[in-house]
């Protein structure tokens, strides 16, 4: 029989501190998570952070949530849950490249989404009327992994996910979480791209022809390429996690192309509307019936509004039309 190797947390961990970079986050150096645990036999911390993120409840939703398009009907559309596992590619492939920690990257990018609500960024818009500020799912991510479905993370994965957002301030506190930064923007527009363009919303004739010339001629995998390759190039030389300036350039060109003729286009101000009317409604009426909440949301400290808002925005695109149409579509039979 061929050797095999019993390889022990200790050892990962000491393979970690002989092989990654020293800008890299080391899993045996982690400031630790809120309730003390004993120290998993073969998985290291990030190890077992990516663990439970991949089985919790809030992970499995993201198959049924939008990432552009509105409950589209085609099998090839990007979900959430597909973008996830995009990110978490190109996040893990940067990272090894720069000699990183993957495993705390591949934590952060597979939670990053999960406090997404129904109707993509729609979604976010509709919910901040109720909240002081502006309700983002990031900030939700974090709430969902340490109150509504408490995981007990590592404070570096839920550094980077409540920090992956590219507005969010304070930002990334590790370099890992930089890299989610990129790989969610690098994931999202290559695939975006391809579904507007499967819906014909778009030509290829119409995309920036800076990014054209300098990505490739398809959206696929020679964009995510260059664009990895261009972190990867531009962190080496800057001792930071960046990308090469005139890639940057051109994929900040490129995403305010697709806020201008795809996420903001006119043609869908009545879907984003719809989408908007249904999160408002329901939010409205389970805040006024906290009682028809699920136990799952019912935390003790939390107002009827807040139960309202989480149960609302944790929803699948499909499970909120439905509830939607049970409660406010007329009956043809009502009852008595």
Not at 82 to 107: C, F, I, K, Y
Request: hydrophobic share 35%; aromatic share 8%.
């Amino acid at each position: 029989m061929p050797e095999m190797l019993r390889l022990t947390r200790e050892d990962r961990e000491a393979r970690e501190m002989q092989t990654l970079a020293d800008a890299a986050t080391l899993s045996s150096q982690t400031k630790g998570r809120a309730i003390e645990e004993e120290p998993d036999v073969f998985r290291t911390a990030f190890q077992r952070d990516r663990d439970r993120i991949l089985h919790s409840k809030a992970f499995r939703r993201l198959k049924h949530k939008t990432q552009v398009f509105m409950n589209p009907e085609g099998d090839h559309f990007v979900t959430r849950l597909t973008h996830t596992l995009q990110v978490t590619q190109a996040g893990r492939s940067m990272a090894a490249a720069l000699g990183l920690n993957e495993d705390l990257t591949e934590a952060i990018c597979l939670g990053h989404d999960v406090g997404h609500s129904p109707f993509g960024h729609t979604g976010e818009d509709a919910l901040t009327p109720y909240v002081d500020g502006e309700w983002l799912h990031s900030e939700q991510s974090v709430r969902i992994m340490t109150v509504l479905e408490p995981l007990n993370l590592t404070w570096e994965v839920l550094d980077g996910i409540r920090a992956h957002s590219w507005k969010t301030d304070p930002p990334p506190a590790t370099p890992e979480g930089y890299l989610c930064r990129y790989a969610d923007r690098i994931a999202y527009l290559t695939h975006d791209v391809q579904d507007a363009l499967r819906e014909g919303v778009i030509r290829f004739d119409d995309l920036p022809s800076n990014g054209i010339a300098l990505f490739g001629a398809e959206p696929g995998s020679a964009w995510i390429g260059t664009m990895i390759e261009a972190v990867v190039d531009g962190s080496n030389d800057a001792g930071r996690v960046t990308m090469q300036a005139d890639v940057l350039e051109a994929m900040h060109e490129l995403r305010d192309f697709m806020f201008d003729r795809v996420y903001l286009r006119h043609d869908t101000n009545g879907q984003r509307e719809r989408a908007v009317r249904i999160i408002s409604q329901l939010v409205d009426y389970y805040g006024r019936h906290p009682d028809e909440i699920p136990a799952t949301y019912q935390v003790d400290d939390a107002s009827d509004l807040t139960k309202a808002i989480d149960y609302v925005s944790g929803m699948t695109d499909r499970y909120a039309l439905r509830e939607h149409d049970r409660l406010f579509k007329p009956r043809l039979f009502p009852d008595d």
